[in-house]
């Protein structure tokens, strides 16, 4: 059982707390900070919290508390995060971990040097899905991974401060953007190292300092290419998609919007509205149950079991360190309009990947580019001479 | 925290177990039960239980067992119900409850008489989709519903003993039926008696005595009409869906082969196959979390929840019953070709129930029967005189 | 190139118009006939045609005149097929041919004592997507044809006499029942003969006479199974679905809500009004090319190549008299609560057919029932001893 | 009616012919030209066509042919089109109209001078689905187009040509590109410019010069961004999809893969093989009528209208020469690592367009950013203050 010390009491740190309280059913958010009192207050009574305050120090060090978890704006994870270490109380930190890869690697070497379990909440890791098509492409079922897509759009943030620059430290890069990262990357494979970003970015509708709409390309030292796709501008509910393709084979995954679960209704017989969906009427697409398909409960259920168990996460600090390395290099190149260096002070992974060859030979002399059987039924091959490099068509009969 | 004894030990004890081990983390399967000592002691060492034998009663009334989960053949329930009742533990049964309503009733009684807690393991009345589609319905979101759709088919079941007329006591029907017929029962109403069954049911396929392939209409008093379609005879896959339709709205859930998550591959990478799909190359589609999406978490979280705070939990042995006694019916029918009454010696529902008027009236003289925008931009309505009955076009300006 | 009389001026003259001037863009629509003088002025302006009146002889009569085409309420048909027949010219005639198998067996007759050409319009049974599934159907893909359903629902018909019992015949059965009937057939087998019918029917929501909502099954006499399922009162828009499930394959077809277009308006920008949804915001599903997706465009090819070649058509009015002699039954079924025979003095089809044996041989002492690769995987055979009917299982090593 | 030279025996003037002879039922192609006698007078057999030669001038000269239908590797379009223009023959011509915007502008200027109608073969904008989005987006359904994608990715051509890069003058991004760079510019409107474009390319699977993959973006003049993604290595079939998203809505088209057709086989029954995908078994997509699906009868129906009315078509060989330019621009900026400006020599659009505005004023001294409702039933408000620029929340009651 872990005694949780939740830190703000907003959106995030409520659906943190349903997926608390509801998945192992013995842990517990004992105590809460908020920045107001009377939010403290009632998320203490809503929650059956037995120690709240507006003094974060005060929360993290309660001798009831075990774990801290940081749901608060961008702009107060590190101060939290020293807070955890200085106390030497376990910390789980929402996404993204940092502003930029400065802050983030300053909290992974704060809680290394303080030796206390640390845990980056990137729950779309975690979504069932995710967990499966992962196996599938760690057991080699898509072959060479050359291709990873991540998609998170929707009509904006609900919290105010996610509007604005300072405290979150850009805009849809930043809180949608470290998803499709870490999506993208787990695919290709960790220990591949990210070595360029090219990104645009735009303010495109809304009347703010930050993004609100980008597309990035993220070259991997092996080939592989990375992309993610985000915007608060989007119009129709929450889009998340990925898309994985390899030498071998595709995975397509829709964790939000078509689901298998499609609702028409004309709005007459209720007051019914259906969850984060624009419109109240027509055809509505609901998710079966959000905390879940989100990847909430397997989140909290890998992260309180590695640190029951003395082991790690499954995402890291360092891992959300690596995530906002890659995102300050997306700013600069929407800045510069080049592609820019991941820059990687500490680097844990592998070095000197090349592009693997996936050449097939079809004979001695000839590669295999393609085998089709076509409309008329001709079973046609195209190769490619080793020798000349020309390419030609060959019938099997 | 729970201590279960496990009879049975194959296909869906081992599913149960996985879903009581990993959900909330605290329940322990302490004993088994199985017809074979080297099933029972194999179960026992992949599960951690503590107990193990071919005796049945003996694992029942073992002084750790708190509650007893049947995962038998069909033609075990009752006596494994028996024995939970003479020795006064909580009990648990797999789906249908019996293999006839005589049996379910018996059984129903028995637990009732002995005051033990029971439950009904309808685990796709507590699918996520479920769930959140029945907070729809009980909220008005669709209106009146008028029509019940639930299919389960698949190429057939895992264990020899579902094939066997005598131990299964049917075929398709009795395995799928049943939850088709509760879930249409939980869409249109617990309260709401149904009152006749007609059944289409035939060994299309197999070499078997029981039927293959059936379809089946289950009229209420309210006059809602709900419809199943199970087959054991289906090709790709199992394909579970649900469709309600009411006054103001329409629900439609794919609970299996359409979820949201799409996946191709050559199998050349890998030796992996996709769970239950008929191929393992091409087009798949696996489902992120098995043991979640098919309901099996919620269902146990709400009976242990049940069960220790002295309450009934939302699937009991009287609805059990009500399902064996539909299921009586359709058998009957498929015989006689006749609609067959449902039979409900015992009913705690509401009665003399009739069809609700949803006339709406356009003004003093008319009815509105359709109003509509057309292609050439026409506000078109169409009207019955209350007094002639005579249909009438008007275009409103 | 086909001149044609249109006889009606309402919605589906104006659709089969539409099909006919674009498709093969060398027919003329020539004369109109409707019953009003206005309706049939402003079609003859819309389409360019030379000829009007509301005489329906004077137009089918007409030098100019090759092929009538009888877009008209079902109780019309009669009566402008006899003229047809009586003037010598070619027609074609909307489904449902006539409103009972008597009048569509006269009609039948009628034309082919004239010796003219006569084409039945279901379109449905034209459209893209079921032309290329009946091919994979024809060439064997799914095997033995088990079971096919249709499904046609939405909330209503556009014009008034649909709802009029007299003029319409009956109700939703006739108007989309027809189409469900006939696909069902030609994926079972238009020589396969359909024997009984059990069919439920109500007025559920609407205030008329006739049936707003059914289902019925029409058993084949080689044991295939049909299945429609019609309703006037879906909410959500125009629900076309076909399935058919065959011993070696399956086929699902959308040919209206769901084809691969999504759209999201919050209604803001535009007038813009969806054709045929309920709704003009949120989520819509416009389909890309109507009257093509709907079988239009190739019914008109197939029937003028068909009366230009001198060959019939795959529609005839044979096909329209066997589909409303189901429907009879359908009707008869619903009244009487039985299985009741399909009347059919006139069968052109074959005689006798019993089910095919799909039974597999393990070896010479066995069945198979069922091959399967389990979780853990085993290699799991379910076998039949054919001498004691006993079933087994046996694992594959 | 029109007399077609077809130049080109291959795929694609098979199912060019299959379009021209089925769609208007009135067109012929009288002509063939091909390299290798055999295939000429193969296609002239198959077809009908009463000449056939393997001198392109003679075929194009030839006195009964009215309309050139150029459908022949990329590096032979520009002389095919200057035969065109010294014989004053009608043109139409395949898809990319030059290897680059040089060739292309030269074809272009060289119809003009000649004063012959000259049609650009971009099928993939005349899709019934493209046509009824474009209704939809011109009639402001979408608001202010932001971001449109398109996406074209398979397993590779059909033809060896397509692989030497001499002959095709690229790789996919010509082959594919040249379809979704049309498509986004349509979306946003052929009246606004094409500035820049980063690209991404790689030869990532495929022993081959030219690229199998890339992904690029295009800036057009007023903010709106374009975006392509093609391979040759893409594994599962054709994926065809667009995506528009505008301020006000949303489009999502999928034109092969997901279409609402779908089939599952085990291959058993029968030889068949579907369509152009990678397998024969398992879970298929077939395409109800491909050559319709694709576009092709709209396009040549448009033509040829066009051509018949004196009137250019919707696509001409100036958007085919815009087309060349952005790909011109890919290639350079894959190269290059930079965004590249397109080049365009003539230019017959809008000039200086530049963002427009939507902001939305709340009141006088505010800009709403975002309204919702919340789970917990908060009408939830956030703001910018026009004076300081400060976000704000605040809730409506």
Chains 1, 2, 3, 4 share one sequence.
């Not at 259920?301 to 997306?330: H, K, L, Q, S, W």
């Not at 592998?350 to 580019?369: A, K």
Request: hydrophobic share 40%; glycine share 8%.
């Amino acid at each position: 059982m872990q005694r949780i010390a939740m830190l703000g009491s907003g959106f995030i740190g409520r659906f943190y707390a349903d997926s608390l309280h509801g998945q192992r059913s013995r842990d517990r958010v004992v105590a809460i900070y908020a920045r107001r009192e009377e939010s403290a207050r009632k998320f203490a009574d809503d929650y059956g919290c037995s120690f709240f305050s507006t003094d974060m120090e005060e929360v993290i060090a309660h001798a009831d508390v075990d774990m801290v978890c940081i749901a608060l704006p961008n702009n107060l994870h590190e101060a939290a995060v020293m807070l955890c270490a200085k106390h030497k109380k376990a910390v789980v930190c929402t996404k993204p971990l940092g502003r930029n890869a400065d802050e983030a690697l300053r909290m992974m070497q704060a809680v290394e040097e303080a030796g206390i379990f640390a845990g980056y909440l990137e729950d779309l890791c975690y979504t069932p899905k995710f967990l499966k098509a992962m196996e599938t492409v760690k057991s080699g079922g898509l072959g060479r991974i050359l291709w990873a897509k991540s998609r998170e759009t929707h009509p904006g943030p609900h919290s105010e401060w996610f509007w604005d620059k300072e405290q979150a430290g850009g805009g849809c890069i930043l809180d949608l953007g470290c998803h499709c990262i870490e999506i993208a990357r787990n695919y290709i494979g960790k220990e591949v190292r990210p070595v360029e970003v090219m990104c645009w970015a735009a303010t495109q509708v809304k009347p703010i300092d930050a993004e609100d709409h980008a597309i990035a390309l993220v070259k991997y030292e092996n080939g592989a290419i990375g992309q993610f796709e985000v915007s608060w501008t989007f119009r129709g509910g929450m889009d998340l998609r990925d898309e994985v393709m390899g030498t071998e084979g595709t995975i397509w995954i829709n964790s939000f919007l078509r689901t298998g679960f499609e609702m028409f209704t004309t709005g007459k017989g209720t007051a019914y509205v259906a969850e984060k969906a624009e419109s109240a009427t027509g055809w509505l697409f609901p998710v079966g149950d959000e905390v879940n398909e989100l990847g909430y409960n397997h989140m909290f259920t890998d992260m309180f079991t590695a640190a029951e168990a003395g082991r790690e996460p499954a995402e890291t600090f360092y891992d959300g360190y690596v995530v906002n390395a890659v995102i300050d290099a997306a700013y600069r190149s929407a800045q510069t309009k080049q592609w820019e260096p991941v820059r990687l002070p500490v680097w844990r992974g592998r070095e000197g990947l090349t592009q693997e060859s996936t050449l097939v030979d079809y004979d001695e002399n000839h590669y295999l580019i393609k085998e089709e059987i076509t409309h008329d039924g001709r079973h046609k091959l195209i190769l490619k001479d080793k020798a000349t490099g020309r390419i030609l068509e060959r019938d099997l009969i």
